[in-house]
């Protein structure tokens, strides 16, 4: 069984920095996309960055300049290095990735979701 685990969210004053980290796990052939969203209370869930495989990357506009996606295909990880971080930023940080399976079957997978908080 695949799964995504994430870890790195927490509470940071403005200007700060967070590093996310999400490793996937289980059975797994290959992996596609991975990427970032985020869900602020209220609002719909947006995409925060997508890296490919062949580490081409896309950035929201909000967060273009001050967010690094990463990834390590060895580890099946991908990275999120958050800088200069605003109140705005504040939410609750899902990671995805499209995995293809040991059984030739490919789907999305999701984190459990990373809680960050951007207050003085």
């Known amino acids: 069984q695949v799964q995504l685990v994430e870890s790195g969210g927490g509470l940071v004053q403005p200007g700060g920095s967070l590093r996310l980290s999400c490793a996937a796990s289980g059975s797994i052939f290959s992996i596609h996309d991975m990427g970032w969203y985020r869900q602020a209370p209220g609002k719909q869930r947006e995409l925060v960055a997508r890296?490919?495989?062949?580490?081409?990357?896309n950035y929201a506009d909000s967060v273009k300049g001050r967010f690094t996606i990463s990834r390590d295909n060895a580890k099946n990880t991908v990275y999120l290095q958050m800088n200069s971080l605003k109140p705005e930023d504040t939410a609750v940080y899902y990671c995805?990735?499209?995995?293809?399976?040991?059984?030739?079957?490919?789907?999305?997978?999701w984190g459990q979701g990373a809680q960050v908080t951007v207050s003085s």
């Open positions: 995805y990735a499209y995995i293809i399976e040991s059984t030739y079957t490919g789907r999305d997978y």
């Open positions: 890296i490919t495989s062949g580490f081409s990357t």
